[in-house]
């Protein structure tokens, strides 16, 4: 399999790693002349090249892993480029935008893909490619249509099993609805809390350590991609704020009654049992407190 990579950041380079560490011919693709010498001195790369056309045609795959504005244009760029019909894949973490937008296109041979690998990390560039990024992890899969769908399935299948991802179908509606729970939900939760953080910065800085730290870490996440998440996938995490405000208020609510039993089976998420002598000290504390 050849694989061309468009976009060498972090998922980028971690992809050409790992495909290049599974012996398959990596070409990439970047906008700066600098990128491409760092993916040659990483040793991620077999070519790579600023010109677009070089790095896309004849290959079996191009990966375009750039930020979510840059995707549809570029899935058309691609397609005016290609010489034979090819199977084309983005990885960006919203699919029902990308995919509308891309299917206004007359595509002539690019077979497009939407696919989402949930795997990153707050960090972007280069310089924070992560080994074995990918293993083990979803890689999800959403096809336009049955027609595509029998054309590329074994294919994308094949490539989830090169970087040892767990390869998983889902409509674009439901992949937006899930991530927005699981992963654009979290970013926003963190970027509260770092907000609120921020109120008294240099009075908590002094007492904040690893719990704080390891709570708002995807705070710290490129904004443009939080603000583009947040503009293309706006009614699933709408929900999910919303459905999370109703939760913070009733804590807040059981708090302020000393509500403490309830508070337990909330706070209990891993549904530990516990010991009778515990819930009495619960209850001891809920007379200290009435």
Do not use: C
């Not at 008294?200 to 443009?224: M, N």
């Amino acid at each position: 399999m050849k694989v061309a990579v468009v976009g060498l950041g972090l998922i980028g380079s971690s992809l050409a790693l790992a495909l290049t560490q599974a012996q398959v011919v990596v070409k990439g693709y970047a906008r700066r002349q600098e990128t491409i010498d760092k993916a040659r001195a990483l040793h991620i790369l077999q070519e790579g090249s600023t010109s677009l056309q070089q790095i896309v045609t004849d290959v079996d795959l191009v990966v375009i892993a750039l930020p979510i504005e840059h995707i549809p244009s570029m899935v058309k760029q691609i397609d005016e480029l290609l010489i034979n019909e090819t199977l084309v894949i983005d990885v960006a973490s919203v699919k029902g935008y990308i995919m509308q937008a891309v299917s206004e296109y007359s595509l002539k041979k690019a077979l497009f893909v939407g696919a989402h690998p949930m795997a990153g990390s707050e960090h972007v560039g280069i310089d924070y490619l992560v080994k074995d990024l990918f293993l083990d992890k979803p890689f999800i899969v959403t096809y336009p249509s049955d027609e595509t769908k029998t054309k590329t399935q074994k294919q994308l299948q094949d490539f989830t099993q090169i970087i040892k991802a767990k390869y998983m179908e889902l409509s674009a509606e439901k992949h937006d609805q899930m991530v927005a729970a699981v992963s654009h939900l979290p970013y926003m939760v963190a970027i509260s809390l770092y907000n609120r953080y921020l109120l008294d910065a240099q009075e908590l800085a002094t007492v904040a350590s690893s719990g704080f730290r390891d709570t708002s870490r995807v705070a710290h996440s490129d904004p443009l991609w939080g603000l583009l998440v947040a503009a293309t996938n706006k009614e699933n995490i709408v929900k999910e704020l919303t459905n999370t405000i109703k939760i913070m208020e009733d804590i807040k609510n059981k708090i302020e009654k000393a509500d403490l039993l309830e508070l337990v089976k909330i706070f209990n998420v891993d549904k530990v049992p516990i010991e009778d002598s515990k819930i009495d000290l619960v209850k001891k504390l809920i007379n200290v407190y009435d």
